[in-house]
T-cell receptor, first 112, second 110 residues
Framework: KQEVTQIPAALSVPEGENLVLNCSFT??????LQWFRQDPGKGLTSLLL?????REQTSGRLNASLDKSSGRSTLYIAASQPGDSATYLC???????????FGKGTRLHILP | NAGVTQTPKFQVLKTGQSMTLQCAQD?????MYWYRQDPGMGLRLIYY???????DKGEVPNGYNVSRLNKREFSLRLESAAPSQTSVYFC?????????FGPGTRLTVT
């Protein structure tokens, strides 16, 4: 059974710091991994999509990496800002049945 | 381009009442999904539709029915609402395995 785990569940850091959010998955047979942002009371906004053949994707201050062999992905946020405060979720799509499995998210709070 | 839209945004039901949550996408995507999100449980898949005319059960389908009316629309029906169905419901569509989400419907069953 595919499981997706995100550690830590919550994180508070001072503004300006660089930080790393972790996502691990048990089954490496995936099509892709996608990182989302969710603000309180809102829907999910896609941040980055990494195809299974790719190692990383970058968008502005965000960089996501994927290591399928170890079942890990990281989301790196550079020079964090209070506006980055949100819950960050990762999700994988597994090959054998196209099912999408989400982690439970990391709640990030950037301290001004 | 509205993306994925959901109606209503909020709903309060009494136990035993029925209702249909509506979802539409204007991106010509084949696959559409219904999720529920609960505190501590994360996002769980209720039903999905890989293409017009097909639907499949997800992780938590009991108590729900779905209808893929056409390529644009995918509705979720609660025939007899229960308090355990109090949740936030999200619809999503997918193209080349990248997901796009609607804003959600917050449902309370009393």
């Amino acid at each position: 059974k595919q499981e997706v785990t995100q550690i830590p569940a919550a994180l508070s850091v001072p503004e300006g710091e660089n930080l790393v959010l972790n996502c691990s998955f048990t089954d490496s047979a995936i099509y892709n991994l996608q990182w989302f942002r969710q603000d309180p009371g809102k829907g999910l906004t896609s941040l980055l999509l990494i195809q299974s053949s790719q190692r990383e994707q970058t968008s502005g201050r965000l960089n996501a990496s994927l290591d399928k062999s170890s079942g890990r992905s990281t989301l790196y946020i550079a020079a964090s800002q209070p506006g980055d405060s949100a819950t960050y979720l990762c999700a994988v799509i597994r090959n054998r049945d196209d099912k999408i499995i989400f982690g439970k998210g990391t709640r990030l709070h950037i301290l001004p | 381009n509205a993306g994925v839209t959901q109606t209503p945004k909020f709903q309060v039901l009494k136990t035993g009442q029925s209702m249909t949550l509506q979802c539409a996408q204007d991106m010509n995507h084949n696959s559409m999904y219904w999720y529920r999100q609960d505190p501590g449980m994360g996002l769980r898949l209720i039903y999905y539709s890989a293409s017009e005319g097909t639907t499949d059960k997800g992780e938590v389908p009991n108590g729900y029915n779905v209808s893929r009316l056409n390529k644009r629309e995918f509705s979720l029906r609660l025939e007899s609402a229960a308090p355990s169905q109090t949740s936030v419901y999200f619809c999503a569509s997918t193209i080349f395995y990248e997901q796009y989400f609607g804003p959600g419907t917050r449902l309370t069953v009393t």
